[in-house]
């Protein structure tokens, strides 16, 4: 007869580099049943609207995660546009799809490397850690942040990008392209990294649409669904398509993932041919009245940006439904019935971000 | 139901029309509270491919509201949110943390 215990996994695990506890219900070694804790450093910045007006809540957005910065602020003020009627120009909308596809890049960039390390591929982790520093660079010599960027306005972009930086840029983007090729070859064909990685953590297509999750976590899954598709920025004009596998396992996820990187170089690349000279910025004019929901697609999923305006410069709501929150119920799921020991490569492989789900 | 719709919903109409989405195979989404001059208002946003279509349900001051959890088993996380944040008592949930969801030193910040 088993052994039936509890094991509390987290707050803090050497996997986590943030907050986020698991009751583990295990059988012997085998995980029957996992029950989440989050709000640790819950931070209330949804709350925060009430003291800043709709312009100054743009910075406060950003804040929500250090990885996504530019995602969130992009977000919320696409939603605030739409209250207003807003039209940006669209060279701004090209530029905030350039910087959209910079982060999404960092932010696989870094979520390769943590996968490297939590399963002890320490060179693996530093190679991806060192490509990634190269996009951290981008973001500086464009924006001047290398974690907190301040480029979005309600209105267009606040800075923008000459015909020198793109050239360069893409000088870069070529050497960041070839170096991923060859690491992708170590995830995705080494034999060590394959044993770790193939048929662990299994979540089928129809698992994950019935738990709701969202980003390459679904994808792999087999949804072909990515709210690029929904025509903010200036995708409309990008030629694209979902990235997906069928097989659903962390093997799965790191393949979307790491295609999804070449993907988003490609993008930058339509981009930056497309991208149509004028204004980065349109004047704002009155004050929001309405609701709206925008979706935008992270690296790590959908996330909803609510806001609901009165006609005064206080918003009566922001709300930000996080990709890693809607993914919780799935990662839970495929947790049931793994083996203890490939628990961490589990919940790494939905690239958790307790930041935003702390908002 | 069209794209982008929010759709208002009786607390008695709320399941009935939760369990007719889930039969036309929409996904929950998420549930949001939004305090408002009268209570409060849920909305429930549900997706199909790329459309997304809301139940807005409105509550008046310590009314309490059934969960749909047992219908979609990720909405336990929102409401659950909700209760810690605005108050809300949310009946039936198919984990209820209790009011611990969150380790906040206020409670119910948006009440």
Partial sequence: MSTRSIVPFGPQHPVLPEPIHLDLVLEDEKVVEAVPSIGFVHRGLEKLVEKKDFQEYVYVAERICGICSFMHGMGYCEAVEHIMGIEIPPRAKYLRTIWCEMSRIHSHMLWLGLLADAFGFE?????????????LDMFEYSTGGRVI???????GQRKDMDGDMLKQFMEVLSGIEAETKVIAKTFLGDKAVNSRLRGVGFLTKQQAHDLGAVGPFMRASGIALDNRKLGYAA???IDFEPVTS???DCYARCDVRI???????????????KIPEGEVAVPVKGLPDGEYMMRVEQPRGEAIYYVKANGTKFLDRVRVRTPTFANLPGMLETLKGCDFADVPILILTIDPCISCTER | MRDGIIMEVGAGSLVPEVLMLKHEGYRLVQICATKTEKGYELTYS????????????KLAPGAEVVSISDIYEPAFLYENE???LFGIKVRMMALDYEGNLYRIDQKNPFQ
């Fill in chain 1, 123 to 135: 060179s693996l982790f530093m190679q991806s850690w060192r490509i990634r520093e190269k996009i």
């Fill in chain 1, 149 to 155: 960027f301040s480029v979005n306005k309600i209105g």
């Fill in chain 1, 235 to 237: 995708y409309p004009d």
């Fill in chain 1, 246 to 248: 069928e097989i659903g």
């Fill in chain 1, 259 to 273: 295609r999804e990187i070449f993907q988003s170089i490609d993008i930058i690349r339509q981009a930056a041919a």
């Fill in chain 2, 46 to 57: 549900f997706g199909q491919a790329y459309k997304l279509v809301n139940l807005r349900l």
């Fill in chain 2, 82 to 84: 909700i209760h810690d």
